[in-house]
């Protein structure tokens, strides 16, 4: 009877120890990004280590880590061409709905290699497994992986540099500390970016973490940017008042008579 | 390549290519590129004194320039570029103002309506088809149009006979229309309605292709309404400077796409460009001129059909509907 109880219990610590053994400790090197226009996109660095919790042990090594760092949402449309009498059409739109204007999926190895499926489902871990949702009808919803307007809508937001997946994106520096960059390009959308950072081990979530950061554009570009944005009616005026001074001023520069 | 230009060339690709970023097209370009192509509209504009904007437009969406940023962006370097020639003419006391009046009633709804319709079209994802149908139609017929005719002056020219056409008849259907005004500078008397027609057509049209309409209201107005050369320059530049000035408003209000640092760019280009094309064009005749116009529109006329046709790299694309 006891030998059986202390059995339970035993196999009851050890079930319950993984999730609450470690913990995670992350910083930024700059929580703030500002872009001016002469940014051509950087790098933001990552640091982090595992902790143990009080009176636990680490694992000597075999931890996995994955950082998904998103951007604000945003809606987008795809849009498919299809010959019609000769030429080419839009025939066909989706609209993308509040999906991340940025998604980063770094992690120090492939990431169907770090967790089953199911879990990457659950978790929402790589492009495949992010939802995406797509305007249907009256109702918003993600589709299968391999819908072509889905598929179209992350090949194009690669191509754009705004969407990755960098399996070699996080370095293990020792067992527990480590690094990740989180490549930010020059088209990164103003706002904030989630960041959130989970640790695996043996396909099992471990603990996680979250942090954010802020991209601001600055500069003369984006203050024109703002104000045809904001203040449409008086952004119209002024480009017109400068097209007609820059007119005059040429009539007057070059007078012909 | 001209080895004049090859000097240059550093200035676009090199090290002194100085990248700017164009903040409603959201593109980095070589500002040189963009000085460069306004001065060689603007040149081209001079010599046959167009606006210019069937061409820029075009040369825009080539380099990459989003269709919907570059018709918005062109209505203010157009509105540049012919408020010059418009102070030009009214020194020289050349404009009916009376008649440039009459036109801007059609002219001013005729540009509301192609901004409403513009932005109808954006929603739709068919603005780029739009433009590149009305850029293959419309070059095109007037590309041919220019060549045969002075093709056909050219030789007409060499077998000795009159240069000039036959000179149209001085009464059409048009001149039977009620509403009848009499506009004394250009000595003409028509009904209100062609030209309130003609007004609204340009507008429209000026404002869903990012063109003047200069190259066409001209002729319209010469042939339709028998407008005598010395005000028709003139008063199709007093509709034009004010139909693409209400563009670029509109533009800016409804789909805030005008791009004030492109706009810049050209309009500096565009007003030197255009000092030099029309001197060069003093030196040139008439018909040669005509001739290599026509042949100008005409090859991007078919450039927008070669677009068209040929199946795109990408089959699908994104728009951006709204960010945070």
Redesign the interface.
């Given at each position: 009877m006891m030998r059986r109880a202390a059995l339970a219990l035993a196999i009851l610590c050890i079930a319950a120890m993984p999730t609450a053994a470690e913990r995670l400790v992350i910083s930024l090197s700059n929580a703030r990004v500002g872009v001016t226009?002469s940014f051509t996109g950087e790098d933001l660095v990552l640091f982090g280590t595992i902790e143990p919790d009080q009176g636990k042990t680490l694992m000597p090594s075999g931890y996995d880590l994955v950082v998904t760092v998103s951007g604000?949402?945003?809606?987008?449309?795809?849009?498919?061409?299809?010959?019609v009498l000769?030429?080419?059409?839009?025939v066909d739109?989706r609209?993308f709905v509040n999906v991340p204007?940025y998604l980063a999926i770094l992690s120090n190895r492939p990431v169907a290699a770090i967790a089953s499926q199911q879990v990457l489902r659950r978790q929402q871990i790589g492009l495949a497994y992010t939802l995406l949702t797509q305007r249907i009808g009256p109702d918003t919803a993600d589709t299968v992986t391999n819908d072509p307007?889905r598929m179209?809508?992350v090949?194009?937001?690669e191509q754009q540099h705004l969407y990755r997946e960098a399996p070699e994106g996080v370095t293990f520096l020792t067992p527990t500390v480590f690094r990740a960059a989180i490549p930010l390009p020059?088209?990164a959308?103003?706002?904030t970016y989630a960041i959130d950072v989970k640790l695996f081990a043996r396909g099992a979530l471990l603990a996680r973490a979250g942090s954010a950061l802020e991209v601001i554009k600055t500069g003369f570009?984006?203050y024109?940017?703002d104000r045809?944005?904001h203040d449409?009616?008086l952004?119209?005026?002024?480009?017109?008042a400068?097209?007609?001074a820059?007119?005059?001023?040429?009539?007057v520069v070059?007078r012909?008579? | 390549m001209h080895p004049a230009f090859r000097r240059f060339l550093p200035l676009v690709d090199g090290r002194f290519a100085l990248q700017i970023y164009l903040p409603i097209a959201d593109l980095p370009v070589n500002m040189f590129l963009l000085l460069g192509m306004g001065l060689a509209i603007g040149y081209i504009s001079g010599m046959f004194g167009i606006g210019g904007g069937f061409l820029l437009t075009p040369l825009l969406i080539f380099i990459g320039i989003s269709p919907a940023v570059a018709v918005a962006s062109v209505s203010p370097q157009i509105a540049a570029s012919v408020f010059t020639g418009f102070l030009y003419y009214w020194r020289r006391r050349s404009i009916d103002f009376a008649l440039g009046g009459m036109l801007l009633v059609g002219g001013i709804f005729g540009t509301a309506l192609g901004v409403w319709f513009f932005t109808f079209l954006r929603a739709m994802d068919q603005l780029d088809l739009f433009i590149g149908l009305s850029y293959v139609t419309l070059l095109s017929i007037v590309g041919a149009i220019m060549i045969y005719e002075s093709i056909r002056a050219e030789l007409r020219a060499r077998r000795g006979g009159p240069a000039t056409l036959r000179r149209p008849g001085s009464h059409n259907w048009l001149h039977g229309l009620p509403f009848k005004l009499r506009f004394k500078r250009s000595k003409i008397y028509v009904s209100a309605i062609p030209v309130w027609g003609i007004g609204l057509i340009i507008g429209f049209v000026g404002a869903v292709l990012g063109i003047g309409g200069g190259f066409l209201l001209v002729p319209m107005l010469i042939y339709f309404l028998r407008v005598p050369t010395a005000t028709v320059i003139g008063t199709s530049m007093m509709l034009t400077v004010i139909t693409m000035a209400s563009a670029t408003l509109l533009h800016a209000v409804d789909n805030h796409l005008v791009d004030a640092l492109l706009a810049l760019l050209l309009m500096i280009g565009g007003v030197i460009g255009a000092q030099f094309g029309a001197r060069t064009s003093q030196n040139m005749r008439g018909e040669r001129l005509r001739l290599l116009l026509g042949l100008m529109v005409f090859a991007v006329g078919m450039r927008f059909a070669y677009d068209l046709v040929v199946t795109p790299e990408d089959l699908y694309s994104l728009r951006l509907v709204r960010g945070q």
């Open positions: 226009s604000p949402p945003e809606s987008t449309r795809t849009r498919r061409k299809a010959r000769g030429i080419w059409v839009n739109t609209e204007s307007f179209s809508f090949r194009l937001k020059a088209n959308p103003n706002g570009e984006q024109v940017a045809a944005q449409g009616l952004y119209g005026l002024g480009t017109t400068m097209a007609l820059i007119g005059w001023l040429a009539s070059f012909r008579d | -």
